[in-house]
């Protein structure tokens, strides 16, 4: 872990880009306190699509429509289907 001061990091920002870079810790701090984390941004971030999660099979259980007995007194009743 490499803790520099933000004066020094305006002035060396070019070579701590190059050590995040490389896998090293960069935080820039003021006054002694840790102020910021200098990371790389992942190369190839995963991409999400729609329908991804489709293999997990979502059920429901038959008595996912009944009225919960802790709200009967606020909520309006159930119609019958």
């Not at 990371?39 to 429509?65: C, W, Y």
Request: proline share 9%; glycine share 8%.
């Amino acid at each position: 872990m490499n803790v520099v001061t933000i004066s020094e990091a305006k002035a060396h920002l070019s070579k701590l880009i190059q050590r995040a870079l490389d896998g090293g810790e960069i935080i820039i701090a003021k006054h002694g306190q840790p102020l910021v984390r200098l990371q790389a941004v992942p190369e190839n971030p995963p991409i999400r699509t729609f329908g991804d999660l489709k293999h997990l099979g979502l059920a429901m259980g038959d008595s996912f429509n009944d009225e919960l007995e802790d709200f009967a007194d606020y909520a309006p009743p159930l119609e019958p289907a």
